[in-house]
């Protein structure tokens, strides 16, 4: 359902550009997220975008990553820039879709096939 591409090798302070093409309407999903996963360490949580819009970023790629939608496209982008050693990582797109049935709340995680990102100093 998901599709990520953009990854490569890159020098320090450059740029790259992540995508995640879904299948289907964007617009049925309630957030979509960029994960990595460097060696050695657990998966984190780089960006998010909501339905709404809205967007988090973690800490350390706050000002440095931006995430975006074109629901046109069903897309969502990581721009990357100023990018350091240490963003290299396998990043990975998640999309969140949210359903309810009664009062019971229920999650559907949908995860793309992983893109490496490398950034050498």
């Known amino acids: 359902q998901l599709q990520a591409s953009g990854g490569g090798l890159v020098q320090a302070g450059g740029s790259l550009r992540l995508s995640c093409a879904t299948s289907?309407?964007?617009?049925?999903?309630?957030?979509i997220g960029w994960y990595r996963q460097a060696p050695g360490k657990q998966r984190e949580l780089v960006a998010s975008?909501?339905?709404?819009?809205?967007?988090d970023y973690d800490y350390y790629v706050r000002g440095r990553f931006t995430i975006s939608r074109d629901n046109a496209k069903n897309t969502v982008y990581l721009q990357m820039n100023s990018l350091k050693p240490e963003d290299t990582a396998v990043y990975y797109c998640?999309?969140?879709?949210?359903?309810?049935?009664?009062?019971?709340?229920?999650?559907?995680?949908?995860w793309g096939q992983g893109t490496l990102v490398t950034v050498s100093s």
């Open positions: 998640k999309a969140v879709s949210i359903t309810h049935k009664g009062w019971t709340r229920f999650e559907n995680d949908y």
């Open positions: 289907g309407s964007i617009l049925r999903f309630d957030v």
């Open positions: 975008i909501r339905s709404t819009g809205n967007t």
